[in-house]
């Protein structure tokens, strides 16, 4: 039971283009979300988050967006930088102090 | 300002024997999630852990996989009589619990080969 889904394995920009992953759920008690990413043999780090009250939070070159109707989210990189080469994971929460629950992941490469 | 702390990173194990796999969360920090990541595939939660308390271990394999959290020294993952489908990567992640802010910080990960 995939609660949170992660349709593209993977993704391929050019260096200076927009990023977009995406995600979709199915739990609508879902209320808390976040992107993290992560490198090869290292643990996930935190990127961005958001709360089901909002529709967007930008940080710097990363904005995430949240359609509530749809279950979708996603996570925009502009401009894309080969260092964003890795993989994303979308993880959502469904009550404060649960645990998180993760997709499969998108391998980004970004090309120079 | 040390992050999550995980020992060993690497860990090999024969068939039968078991497993022990140590996380030492961020100071400040008395909060304890344990997931594992299969070849291919995303994050899958185990177990979560307060200082000596099981919080939820819904999923945790009921058979040979425990955990635990004392009140002095790391949280302890262990797998007893390991089989070839153990191997995975396990990453311990810690939270100081904020409402409103619930992020988790995440070790490096060991990697289990179960030969």
């Known amino acids: 039971d995939q609660q949170v889904k992660q349709n593209s394995p993977s993704l391929s920009v050019q260096e200076g283009r927009i990023s977009i992953l995406n995600c979709d759920y199915t739990?609508?008690?879902?209320?808390?979300f976040l992107w993290y990413k992560k490198y090869p043999a290292e643990g996930p780090t935190f990127l961005i988050s958001?709360?089901?009250?909002?529709d967007k939070n930008e940080d710097g070159r990363f904005t995430v967006f949240l359609n509530k109707s749809a279950k979708h989210l996603s996570l925009h990189i502009v401009p894309s930088q080969p260092g964003d080469s890795a993989v994303y994971f979308c993880a959502a929460s469904a009550e404060y102090g649960n645990k998180l629950v993760f997709g499969a992941g998108t391998i980004l490469r970004v090309k120079s | 300002n040390a992050g999550v702390m995980q020992n060993p990173r690497h860990l090999v194990r024969r068939r039968g024997q078991e497993a022990r796999l140590r996380c030492s969360p961020m100071?400040?920090?008395?909060?304890v999630y344990w997931y594992r990541q299969l070849p291919e595939e995303g994050l899958k939660f185990m177990v979560y852990l307060q200082k000596e308390n099981i919080i939820d271990e819904s999923g945790m394999p009921k058979e040979r996989f425990s955990a635990e959290f004392p009140k002095e020294g790391p949280s302890i993952l262990r797998i007893q009589q390991v089989v070839r489908g153990d191997s995975a990567a396990y990453f311990c992640a810690s939270s100081p619990l904020v409402q409103g802010d619930e992020k988790l910080f995440f070790g490096s990960g060991t990697q289990l080969s179960v030969l």
């Open positions: 100071k400040g920090h008395s909060h």
């Open positions: 739990n609508s008690m879902f209320d808390y």
């Open positions: 958001i709360s089901s009250i909002k």
